[in-house]
């Protein structure tokens, strides 16, 4: 969650003080909370396809 919140909030913002800052942070948050969807993984290792054949043979 924090690298999402660097990149939409903090890294092309400009700040006077640390209210301002922590408003805009739970501004952002209230926001994404209330317009999100489910996260979508896209990284997907090679030992996972490695152990599929060994988790879906069967019960032993």
């Known amino acids: 969650m924090f690298g999402i919140i660097?990149?939409?909030?903090?890294?092309?913002?400009?700040?006077?003080?640390?209210d301002e800052l922590i408003k805009k942070m739970y501004d952002y948050m209230i926001w994404h909370n209330q317009s999100s969807q489910p996260f979508r993984w896209s990284y997907r290792p090679k030992s996972w396809s490695a152990n599929q054949s060994a988790t879906h043979s069967g019960p032993n």
């Open 6 to 18: 660097q990149r939409r909030v903090l890294r092309r913002g400009s700040f006077t003080c640390a």
